[in-house]
């Protein structure tokens, strides 16, 4: 599998971290790392929405042939709409997203999350990346204390990719 850029962003924090451990800054890389890993959360939701955009146009695309409908699905429809899609606050599935589909989409969904414990780890890991990201946002970025570790962070993205990766072979 090739790498994406989190995982290449994640790479370069390691190197930063190993190199200050190298010259003894612990201090310089306890701030390095406490900062790094809001900043990994940030990116990792950022990177999760485009994904989940793209993997929506690109089901509008093929199966919408009248270019005015897909322009105006995208700009009315997708765009600017993702954080209506999940409440992360209070979901713990992925039911509201499921539900845009249809029942009979929803309840296929729901099945293949009872019968795929990954899929369902997966779902909760993107939850929790993106009740972590609003948490962030609206809870004053600097002096947020993040409990979770990147590589724990790291660990959920890895996680969450299943439910991403699930997504897009059942759309696309």
Not at 45 to 53: C, D, T
Not at 138 to 159: D, G, M, P, R, W
């Amino acid at each position: 599998m090739v790498d994406s850029i989190i995982d290449e962003f994640y790479k370069r924090h390691l190197e930063l971290l190993h190199y200050l451990e190298e010259k003894e800054e612990p201090s310089l890389r306890s701030e390095a790392d406490n900062n790094f890993k809001k900043v990994l959360v940030i990116a990792i939701a950022s990177y999760f929405e485009q994904q989940i955009l793209d993997i929506l146009n690109k089901f509008v695309e093929t199966k919408i042939k009248d270019g005015r409908l897909v322009f105006f699905s995208k700009f009315k429809g997708i765009n600017r709409q993702y954080y209506t899609y999940f409440d992360f606050d209070t979901d713990k599935n992925a039911n509201r997203f499921f539900k845009i589909f249809g029942d009979e989409f929803k309840k296929q969904a729901e099945d293949d999350v009872k019968s795929t414990p990954e899929l369902e780890q997966g779902i909760k890991s993107f939850l929790e990346i993106g009740l972590t990201r609003d948490r962030l946002i609206h809870q004053n970025f600097a002096t947020f204390f993040l409990e979770k570790t990147s590589v724990e962070i790291y660990e959920l993205y890895k996680s969450a990719l299943f439910f991403v990766d699930y997504l897009k072979n059942k759309l696309c």
